[in-house]
């Protein structure tokens, strides 16, 4: 894994990366002095300004649409490519035709045989690049092998993550200090063991019991990696690990800073954002409040208290997706699967989000930001607050419309779900920044395309 502005990114998808973006800059030189064999242009020129494109759609391709499964599975490498393919080809064709009309320059757009073999040559080229990644892959190459220093039951949590991500690392061994008294006795025991096993770097999963400090410090003198449990789960999971979140991690570790300027900015981007979402989105803000108005003749808007920066509350807005009456025991209640309190047109806007565009306004007030944890209901955070330990610390920034828990996990609608959700939430807060930001609204917009995890 390496770390960029915060987010950390595969090594597999890093390889996938550059394969790409090299397979792609070179079709991009091919395809200009194709179309255009009687322009004269720098090759540097040329090749620079590929080099951008691919890259930048690379990096969309990588952040905002696909998963990482696409990096070791064919079928995903399949679609990938066709995805890519399709927009890219037809811009290209676009463009051509568009300057064909405009241009003294010699092009035929129209020479669809070499033009079908140069796409055809790209689909081949993509497919043969993931299955090449795919046998790497296969073969180890790309595994890390680790070694954990503690408890069986982080050892265990850490072989399941394992397979949760694709097999970037697999753990060869484990040792308890307690009962393996001769790791800690000699500082070269547990090096040579990491050696012998080929281990790239151990972590700790001890709380408040004596380390190995010397052995641990042979091993980082021999090119062995040693990292803390909470940090190498983090960087595996981009999640921080609740259970075992200690209060010095938090008043230590690299991250959950928060700088007035970083904060006026962002305001600042808030509300500009806000004010173009409302002017690109009014059409569809004023056909979803003619319909909710014509289904049963209600209110259009639903107000609800949510819970906002420092614990204050405020008001939120939404589109009405349910019925008048839908909480009319007075007692807050999740919604669940095919809720029958949900009207006709409130499962539409649900769906694709439709609902949420009215909180534009609440970040116009300030009471919210476009990116941060979903603001939640007083009722429920006093219970989360007694139930799940640092639950509190979502609080330390403003709510958002979107965040990293929103585009990583399912709709939430229980307590063990809200753990799970938090976890995401103090990783953005802890690593939150422009880079993180971009890959969430990538996301975001993948989500609402295809309208996963509406209820």
């Not at 010095?248 to 954002?273: M, N, P, T």
């Not at 007692?331 to 539409?348: K, N």
Request: charged share 20%; aromatic share 10%.
């Amino acid at each position: 894994m390496r770390r960029f502005f915060g987010y950390y990114v595969a090594t597999s998808w890093l390889l996938v990366g550059v394969l790409e973006a090299s397979l792609m800059t070179a079709g991009c030189c091919v395809a200009f002095y194709y179309f255009f064999p009687g322009k004269s242009s720098s090759v540097i020129g040329v090749t620079s300004f590929a080099v951008v494109l691919s890259c930048g759609i690379v990096a969309l391709m990588h952040s905002g649409v696909y998963e990482g499964a696409t990096v070791v599975k064919l079928r995903g490498a399949l679609w990938r490519t066709a995805m890519v393919t399709a927009p890219v080809f037809g811009l290209a064709a676009w463009t051509i035709a568009e300057v064909a009309g405009h241009t003294r320059v010699g092009i035929d757009p129209y020479r669809l045989q070499l033009t079908a073999s140069l796409t055809a040559f790209w689909l081949l080229s993509g497919v043969a690049l993931h299955v090449l990644v795919r046998q790497i892959h296969r073969r180890g190459y790309l595994t890390r092998r680790i070694i954990v220093v503690g408890m069986q039951n982080h050892a265990a949590e850490l072989a399941g993550l394992a397979e949760e991500s694709e097999q970037r690392f697999r753990l060869v061994a484990q040792f308890d200090p307690q009962n393996q008294a001769g790791v800690a006795d000699s500082q070269f025991q547990l090096a040579t063991q990491a050696s012998n096993l080929r281990a790239s770097e151990i972590v700790i999963a001890i709380d408040g019991q004596p380390l190995p400090w010397n052995a641990l410090a042979h091993c980082r003198f021999s090119g062995i990696r040693v990292t803390d449990y909470l940090d190498f789960y983090e960087r595996e999971a981009k999640r921080i690990c609740v259970d075992s979140l200690r209060e010095d991690w938090i008043a230590l570790s690299r991250g959950f800073e928060v700088a007035k300027s970083k904060d006026r900015l962002r305001r600042l981007v808030d509300v500009v954002l806000s004010i173009v979402g409302f002017i690109a989105t009014a059409p569809v803000l004023i056909l979803a409040a003619l319909a909710i108005k014509l289904e049963d003749g209600g209110s259009v808007f639903y107000c609800q208290e949510r819970a906002g920066l420092g614990g204050r509350s405020f008001t939120l807005f939404k589109f009405r997706s349910m019925r008048e009456d839908a909480e009319n025991d007075g007692l807050p209640a999740w919604t669940m699967e095919r809720d029958m309190r949900i009207t006709m047109v409130g499962r539409v806007i649900r769906k694709f989000r439709i609902d949420e565009l009215p909180q534009l306004w609440n970040v116009l007030r300030g009471d919210m930001t476009l990116i941060g944890p979903r603001p939640e209901r007083p009722y429920f955070v006093q219970q989360f607050s007694k139930a799940i330990p640092f639950y509190g610390f979502r609080h330390a920034v403003r709510p958002g419309i979107t965040g990293w828990a929103q585009v990583s996990f399912r709709y939430g609608a229980s307590l063990e779900d809200a753990t799970r959700k938090l976890s995401y939430d103090l990783y953005y807060i802890k690593n939150r920044g422009i880079l993180l930001d971009i890959v969430i609204l990538l996301k975001t917009v993948g989500v609402v395309l295809s309208g996963q995890g509406a209820r």
